[in-house]
């Protein structure tokens, strides 16, 4: 006997929040359109975010190159060696993640040069003034169109406080009940009654009854009115229906998170089956990268690589953290001699840096959920925390390009 994941009942009430949105064709085009850089220039200034985005292209263009490494040190890589892609966690916003590319333009010609990592994530809430007051825009439109990372990915939290209206919108849509508190002001807040945080455990642990609804209608907000296609889902039922809800919109993507908690081949497996029930006809998903959870060897994490590959699930990669933050687990963790063995058995690794591993100030989970004031407040501190990730990141790699493993970095660091 197998059981459907999704009852009929589940499927028309996502059918019908995404016709709410437009469909799935207008959501993707919406998406395109949103990601084009003079357009996000244009509603940018108009925000107030000109001047930010007028410095961040000057600056650019001093940031150090990989190429120049590569020539002085005369690398070359071994085409058995599997593909070091660089990530880092932590971009909180726009004036951190401005004052870290000021860091790294500082570094150009330097004997400690910081390259751009090709991944970047943020753990911010999508509340509706960071969506619309044109913070997330100014961040994306730097980290994407300026230092031309390849993904970032934002993060959606399903006990953030929305107007009351909305919810009432969302349960006629739907047809659906979401079980909330009042916070006054005309405002509601879902009842979370296994909180990690403020809003829920991260993305969407937190997800009784049809709460997965919430976090598909603040992704697809997000997505429409920024342009951000990338999000970080750390739930199995929110990871289903956000296979199912993106099946037919190609540029919707989303980041499995490592508290998930697949850390080991029987889980890895339960997400494989997930994914293939909602698959896309050309065998990609939305489902674009799974973070490996910490506890994994070296030796399951290419097990896992190569399950994958036997699934023939296209267009997923594999992420392991290098080192964490000292309150997100083991104290000192460092798997640096994991990735080399990943990498040199020919297995392709998404490396992943939420610390650089030496404890600083604001370098902790709870920088990730500081109030929007605070987090205004400690922009430099915390762009100076994500500076210093990107730094041991590039002294990471480089290593590895001395011992023939590509890595691969943002474009602006080309």
């Not at 040190?73 to 590319?101: D, E, M, P």
């Not at 860091?103 to 003034?129: F, G, K, Q």
């Not at 399951?300 to 994958?308: D, G, V, Y």
Request: net charge negative; aromatic share 10%.
């Amino acid at each position: 006997m197998k059981f459907k994941l999704l009852s009929e009942g589940d499927l028309e009430a996502i059918d019908a929040l995404k016709e709410h949105h437009g469909g799935a064709q207008k959501i993707y085009q919406t998406i395109e359109e949103m990601r084009d850089f003079e357009r996000r220039k244009k509603i940018l200034a108009e925000k107030g975010y000109g001047e930010m985005i007028a410095d961040a292209q000057e600056r650019v263009k001093k940031f150090p190159k990989v190429g120049d490494f590569e020539k002085e040190n005369n690398i070359s890589y071994n085409s058995s060696f599997g593909v070091a892609t660089c990530q880092v966690s932590g971009f909180q916003g726009a004036k951190v993640t401005h004052r870290c590319l000021q860091r790294i333009a500082e570094t150009a010609h330097s004997d400690e040069p910081v390259y751009v990592p090709a991944e970047m994530i943020a753990v911010v809430a999508l509340t509706d003034n960071y969506i619309y007051n044109g913070d997330l825009l100014a961040k994306l439109t730097m980290a994407e169109n300026i230092m031309q990372v390849s993904k970032f990915c934002n993060t959606n939290m399903i006990g953030i406080p929305y107007p009351e209206s909305r919810f009432a919108e969302l349960e006629k849509v739907t047809g659906k009940t979401f079980e909330r508190t009042s916070l006054g002001d005309g405002t509601a807040q879902l009842i979370l009654k296994n909180m990690g945080t403020a809003f829920g455990n991260l993305g969407g642990v937190e997800v009784g009854n049809d709460n997965h609804l919430i976090y598909l209608d603040g992704v697809t907000r997000a997505a429409l009115t920024t342009g951000g296609n990338f999000y970080l889902n750390p739930s199995w039922s929110t990871i289903i229906a956000a296979c199912y809800y993106a099946r037919d919109i190609p540029n919707l993507h989303f980041k499995i998170s490592m508290l998930l908690s697949t850390q080991n081949l029987m889980q890895f497996r339960m997400l494989l089956n997930i994914i293939s029930e909602y698959i896309r006809d050309d065998m990609t998903s939305p489902i674009y990268e799974v973070n490996i959870g910490n506890a994994v060897s070296a030796e399951n994490f290419i097990k896992c690589s190569r399950e994958l590959d036997e699934s023939g699930i296209k267009g997923i990669s594999l992420a392991a953290h290098i080192r964490i933050n000292p309150d997100l687990g083991l104290a000192d963790f460092d798997w640096t001699e994991n990735a080399y063995k990943v990498l040199e058995s020919g297995t392709n690794l998404t490396y992943k840096y939420e610390s650089d591993g030496t404890r600083r100030e604001l370098d902790t989970m709870e920088a990730y959920f500081l109030s929007e004031e605070d987090r205004e407040a400690n922009a430099e501190k915390i762009g100076d925390v994500i500076f210093y990730k990107c730094r041991r990141a590039s002294q990471d790699s480089r290593e590895m390009m001395k011992k023939g493993i590509k890595a691969v970095f943002g474009g602006s660091s080309y």
